[in-house]
């Protein structure tokens, strides 16, 4: 089933920029939007923390919205080196990542973290954007939609609604690789999410999954089409504005 929002096309720069590289990234987009008289898909750019004031500045009144690549479970308190959701909603921006496997890997983050960020992130306004994905371990032993439905039931905090989460498939294998899912396999796992998020959200059917891992120009037309893909989370094709620009215009409307 396709939900009725148009497709969410989220930029994650990683630990990726300048602040010189983001207002060029950032205006080149908006040049590329005002182009448009309407327009199919939302823009999202997650840039790291110390770039999202010059993005805010860029973007202006586009429409392009912004967004965190993490944020801590507290409202405030001795962390040192970590970002609140409040903060980044005080920053301007209006979603977070939460759970990306980078995050998961380097810090440990299991999806009890990952449940309190994005309830953490809700609690400041934000929308979190909670990612799941099996590794190629998990893939190659069959586990794939088993790991993920546990990720989903696991990292989604109660009460959460269509309005106030989006769930972000990524298989590790497929990050930063350059080999992305096939359509069949992100049509399953996106079907399998799909059926968790009925079970567990009110409006679940509503909810916006996207995809992620090795998203480009050149595939994202057959991944966009794929039923209950309602997005892409983009890495490093996201540092390019043509490439990221064409993966949006990529977005069946
Ligand atoms: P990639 O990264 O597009 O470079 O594979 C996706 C992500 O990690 O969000």
Request: hydrophobic share 45%; charged share 20%.
């Amino acid at each position: 089933m396709k939900t009725s929002t148009r497709p969410l096309i989220a930029g994650n720069w990683k630990m990726n920029g300048s602040r010189a590289f983001a207002k060029d990234i950032a205006e080149a987009l908006v040049n590329r939007l005002s182009e448009h008289e309407e327009v199919g898909f939302e823009m999202l750019l997650c840039p790291p923390a110390p770039l999202i004031d010059v993005v805010r500045e860029s973007v202006g009144a586009s429409g392009i919205v912004i967004g965190g690549q993490d944020c801590h479970t507290a409202k405030q308190g001795a962390h040192t080196g970590d970002i609140a959701a409040v903060m980044l909603a005080d920053a301007g921006c209006n979603y977070v990542i939460v759970g990306h496997s980078e995050r998961r890997g380097d810090y440990g983050e299991v999806d009890a973290v990952v449940r309190d960020k994005a309830a953490a992130a809700q609690m400041a306004g934000l929308i979190p954007l909670v990612c799941v994905g099996e590794t190629v371990e998990q893939r190659e032993a069959g586990e794939a939609v088993e790991i993920v439905t546990k990720q989903v039931e696991g990292s989604i905090p109660n009460g959460s609604s269509a309005s106030t989460v989006i769930v972000a498939y990524e298989p590790v294998w497929a990050i930063g690789t350059g080999r992305s899912a096939t359509v069949k396999d992100i049509a399953e796992i996106h079907n399998s999410i799909r059926t968790v998020l009925s079970k567990i959200v009110v409006d679940g059917e509503s909810v916006r999954i996207l995809y992620g891992g090795s998203v480009k120009p050149d595939n994202a037309a057959a991944i966009l089409s794929v039923d209950n893909v309602n997005g892409a989370l983009v890495g490093g094709a996201s540092l390019n504005a043509h490439e990221f620009f064409s993966i949006a215009e990529a977005a069946p409307s």
